[in-house]
């Protein structure tokens, strides 16, 4: 089965940085799409980034310009870069990835999604 291992959550001040990083393991066949989510308390869960596996963006609105996402295919990783954090950012962020699973006998079994364990990230004023 997959496992996805989160890093880089943490308490900053408004206006510091976070670096979170998310990796993929498992009896992989491939990854298609992986992105970031968030879940503040009282809140949905939300879209915060996705990236597919060619490297096309996609960002929620208060994302943009102060977040950025990127992959690394070939350690089956993502990243979230958070620059500016404000303490509206203050959620738990959970990675997603879409992934395809190796079946030795009949091939790979259909894509679905995974999600990690979440991460804590906390923005003080």
């Known amino acids: 089965q997959v496992q996805l291992v989160e890093s880089g959550g943490g308490s900053v001040q408004a206006g510091g940085s976070l670096r979170l990083s998310c990796a993929a393991s498992?009896?992989?066949?491939?990854?298609?799409?992986m992105g970031w989510y968030r879940q503040a308390p009282g809140k949905q869960r939300e879209l915060v980034a996705a990236?597919?596996?060619?490297?096309?963006?996609n960002y929620a609105d208060p994302a943009k310009d102060r977040f950025t996402i990127s992959r690394d295919n070939a350690k089956n990783t993502v990243y979230l870069q958070m620059n500016s954090l404000k303490p509206e950012d203050t959620a738990v962020y959970y990675c997603?990835?879409?992934?395809?699973?190796?079946?030795?006998?009949?091939?790979?079994?259909?894509?679905?999604?995974?999600w990690g364990q979440g991460t804590q990230v906390t923005v003080s004023s």
């Open positions: 498992g009896s992989i066949f491939s990854i298609n799409a």
């Open positions: 990236i597919t596996s060619g490297g096309s963006t």
């Open positions: 997603k990835a879409e992934i395809s699973l190796k079946q030795i006998i009949l091939g790979p079994l259909p894509a679905r999604d995974y």
